[in-house]
């Protein structure tokens, strides 16, 4: 099973950008659907986006188009998450998760099998 280890969250500003990485170890992600979800204080998790294997299609949230991009680097074993024009309700636990290889995985957290343990965006107005 695949070790996801995320990294890049941060403090930042309203109207900032972040990017967070998503790299797998022990095993390739490269086959998989790789999507990145957050958990807000005393919210429930939330799909944000998702990237299938591939061609590389990607889904976002209503709540973060147009801001958020996913892109992966399968050469690194990388997902990232570029976040633009951050506002404070991005305010979160961000974490990834990569399906079973050859999923086309939708943002739901049943469709995921490895997850990272998580980092923290915190945007302040």
């Known amino acids: 099973q695949v070790l996801l280890v995320e990294s890049g969250g941060g403090s930042v500003q309203t109207g900032g950008s972040l990017r967070l990485s998503c790299t797998g170890t022990g095993s390739s992600i490269r086959y998989a659907s790789v999507g990145w979800f957050r958990r807000a204080p005393g919210k429930e998790r939330e799909g944000v986006a998702v990237?299938?294997?591939?061609?590389?299609?990607?889904k976002y949230a209503d709540s973060v188009k147009g801001r958020f991009t996913i892109s992966r680097d399968n050469v690194k074993n990388t997902v990232y998450l570029q976040m633009d024009s951050l506002q404070p309700e991005d305010t979160a636990m961000y974490y990834c998760?990569?399906?079973?290889?050859?999923?086309?995985?939708?943002?739901?957290?049943?469709?995921?099998?490895?997850w990272g343990q998580g980092t923290q965006v915190t945007v302040s107005s």
């Open positions: 998760a990569a399906s079973d290889p050859w999923s086309s995985a939708l943002m739901t957290p049943a469709d995921f099998k490895s």
């Open positions: 990237i299938w294997p591939g061609g590389g299609s990607t």
